[in-house]
């Protein structure tokens, strides 16, 4: 138990010494300010990732599944992207005259990706107005196109050392 995390009263302490004997068990812990002191080892508690935690991501994914259903259903299971818009994937769709006729199947689902070129991040709180669906080839190629447009705006160096 030396080095290692418990938590006292929620907060994240590191147990540096335990000293052994009669009477109550003290240790002596560093909390996340970097304080030290010395308490009873009991009440500290193992941090929480040593339980199983059930149940945190089936709701999650069940509710982002539920939006894509929803944002495809919505744009009639077919891909999204016109040409000339800010979601077009810079193929020119001519068959379609501009528009893609690429459907959605179980096999072949449809991306939904946020209108704006956004974080990833925040993209997965956006309601569905700010999604679209788009096929696979066009998600690629839209992804790839903001990428590019991404290193324009924002100089990466190549190296800092
Ligand atoms: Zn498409
Ligand atoms: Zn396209």
Redesign the pocket.
Known sequence: MIGRTYLERGEPVVVLIRWNGPGPRNVLIQRADGSKVVRPFRGLRRPKEETPMPSVNPPTNAKRRDLQAQVITRDGGA?Q?RTGTPTA?GRP?TCGAGR?L?RHTPAAPLHVVARDDIRPESAAALPPGDLIA??D???RALLTRRRKTRNRTVPVPDALF
């Open positions: 891909c992207c994937c769709h893609c690429t788009l096929c080839s066009c998600h």
